[in-house]
């Protein structure tokens, strides 16, 4: 009784490994899913506004992110969607001028609360960008520099084998760790940047259009690796293709763009579970904007 | 454009193009040849004059008179080592004030600053590295000495000393380190910061482990550059290290001492012609080449050194 449970567990895996990535509504991930509404809310966004200087670059935006989802950011250009992106570690402090209001709330702790470093945010959130961004050193000396800098002193060996795998990148590169990293093609640069982002053991993983620079190859590899990984971690993408986001994400937030003579002021639409944005959207807008793209 | 029919007669004096391009072409073309052939010409005139009259001061002199005593060529003696201790000496000292505070600077403004600092600290840099080497060779002479070395060591230094002077060349080569470092570090690009930044490091795990090395061919370039300005410095060791008439072998760097560029300005000043024992008018050339072959000596080194750690981006 028990050897068969476990044997249907196995073939459920293995027939989500090789879902087709063409895009067909009735593949849309999560789709009957009785689990789905259950996953508790990991990071909750509340009244979000982005300032530039006194520029507001995003306003509005209310999302609560839920544990082992993969919650994808569409929408135009410029409508800020890797600005709210790079909230969620903190990356935004990297720029002088930038300036964040409102609350985001990770396990119920404010992420831009006084006694918060963005250094240990970095460390449970971790990031993948958008051109792969190896280091010019080895790939091992790739995955070991997270741990390596948070004073992690296990087997690194173990680490690195165990990171590399993880990423469906450890049978490419077992024979060659010791050769740099940019002697990698771009989807396995790619791959190995995931691996560099896990190996510090986040359990949030943010992606800011992480295939835009690969071929299709190498981007169906790479979201067969983000259905792999949502059991473990919490995935957020920005993608600009939306037959992705329906292809991958759970839950989807479409933001637009408000043009003024300023600038252009980024804004959430809606959000909600991926099957419903693409089938059922509630606004015009967001159904505007999805049948434009695949009329 | 007219519009005409683009019969094979046409097209193919369309394809042929302009004959005055051409020509223009080939003349820029001819400019730039000349250019870089010039500048090759007069390195290998400089090596060929320096030779010829090295290897005249080297038949002539006498082998033990090359390595004994000290360097006092109006009396026939040239001990090679003396000048060369004290050009190592001078260039070491020098290194040592530079490379720290030089990379410190180029690692604060690359990495640490805000813009509205960088706007002030590097102009104020510049305007170190447009001070005359005549006003740093006083500097060190009446400030460095008295104020700060006599406060240090009391009597045992000189007035004129091989410390002041290898102090002084060093803050003569600071903005030379500073500014190539820097340029370096503010090469590497953005992303890699982002890389190390979105995995949890601090600003100094991403200085120190992530842009330092990527842009380290940058850095030693800048320090070579830096050495082989301090051996060729002249007007402030001429100034501030005393000497001036010869030299005894000496490591001491509290005493005077002698560079092998002060050597030679020594000889060459104070006369329209060079006084002393036969040869030692050859003897500068003798100098000059031992200068070229150390700084050619380094730059070999440091590009193999580089080839070697350097990190590609």
């Known amino acids: ?295 | 454009m007219t519009t005409e029919a683009l019969t094979p007669e046409n097209v193919e004096r369309l394809l042929s193009g302009s004959p005055r391009r051409r020509s223009k072409e080939r003349a820029i073309r001819w400019f730039f040849w000349t250019a870089s052939a010039t500048s090759i010409l007069i390195t290998l005139a400089i090596v060929l004059s320096l030779v010829g009259e090295a290897w005249t001061f080297i038949s002539q002199a006498d082998p033990s008179s090359l390595w004994e005593i000290g360097w006092f060529p109006r009396r026939g003696l040239f001990d090679v080592k003396t000048i060369v201790a004290g050009t190592l000496l001078v260039a070491g000292i020098a290194m040592l004030v530079a490379g720290p505070l030089g990379l410190g600077t180029a690692m604060y403004l690359s990495e640490y600053a805000r813009p509205s600092i960088r706007r002030v600290v590097k102009p104020t840099l510049e305007l170190l590295a447009g001070i005359p080497s005549v006003v740093l060779g006083y500097f060190a002479l009446t400030f460095i000495t008295p104020d700060l070395l006599k406060r240090i060591f009391g009597n045992q230094v000189a007035g004129f000393n091989l410390l002041a002077a290898g102090i002084g060349v060093g803050i003569l080569t600071i903005p030379l380190v500073a500014s190539i470092t820097e340029d370096a570090l503010r090469a590497v690009p953005r992303s890699l910061r982002e890389a190390s930044y979105g995995l949890g490091a601090s600003r100094m795990s991403t200085s120190i482990r992530v842009v330092f090395p990527a842009a380290v061919s940058g850095v030693v370039a800048s320090l070579i550059i830096a050495v082989s300005r301090a051996i060729g410095e002249t007007m402030v060791v001429a100034i501030a290290a005393g000497a001036t008439g010869g030299s005894l072998f000496s490591l001491n760097v509290l005493q005077p001492g002698q560079t092998m560029t002060a050597a030679m300005t020594a000889l060459a000043i104070g006369s329209d012609r060079v006084r002393g024992a036969d040869n030692a008018f050859q003897s500068l050339f003798f100098v000059g080449l031992l200068l070229f072959l150390v700084t050619l000596f380094l730059n070999v080194i440091s590009e193999r050194f580089v080839r070697r750690v350097r990190q590609k981006y």
């Open chain 1, 1 to 295: 009784m028990e050897t068969r449970t476990q044997t249907d567990k196995t073939v459920d895996l293995t027939k989500e490994k090789v879902r087709t990535p063409s895009f067909d509504v009735s593949s849309l991930a999560g789709q009957g899913d009785p689990m789905l509404a259950q996953n508790p809310v990991m990071i909750d966004v509340r009244g979000l506004h982005v300032y530039y200087g006194d520029f507001l670059a995003v306003k509005n935006v209310d999302m609560p992110i839920r544990q082992n989802e993969i919650t994808s950011l569409i929408g135009p250009s410029g409508c800020g969607k890797s600005t709210v992106l790079r909230c969620f570690n903190r990356m935004n402090d990297l720029i002088e001028t930038a300036r964040v209001e409102g609350v985001i709330e990770y396990h119920g702790v404010n992420l831009y609360g006084d006694s918060v470093d963005p250094v240990e945010v970095r460390r449970r959130v971790g990031m993948v960008f958008q051109k792969p961004n190896p280091f010019p050193k080895p790939i091992y000396d790739n995955i070991a520099f997270g741990p390596r800098i948070a004073g992690w002193n296990g087997k690194m060996d173990d680490l690195v084998e165990e990171s590399l795998r993880r990423a469906a990148l450890w049978d490419e590169v077992k024979d060659k760790l010791h050769e740099s990293a940019y002697a990698l093609s771009g989807g396995q640069q790619q791959r190995l940047c995931i691996a560099r982002a896990i190996a510090t053991s986040p359990d949030v993983v943010l992606m800011d259009e992480p295939c835009s620079a690969l071929d299709p190859i190498a981007t169906l590899k790479i979201e067969e690796l983000m259905l792999d990984l949502k059991k473990d971690y919490t995935i957020i993408i920005v993608t600009h293709n939306m037959q992705q986001a329906a292809r991958v994400s759970d839950r989807t937030a479409f933001f637009s763009v408000d043009v003024s003579e300023r600038g252009r002021t980024g804004y959430l639409v809606e959000f909600a579970r991926t099957q419903d944005i693409f089938t059922k959207p509630e606004k015009k807008q967001t159904e505007d904007y999805i049948t434009g793209r695949f009329g």
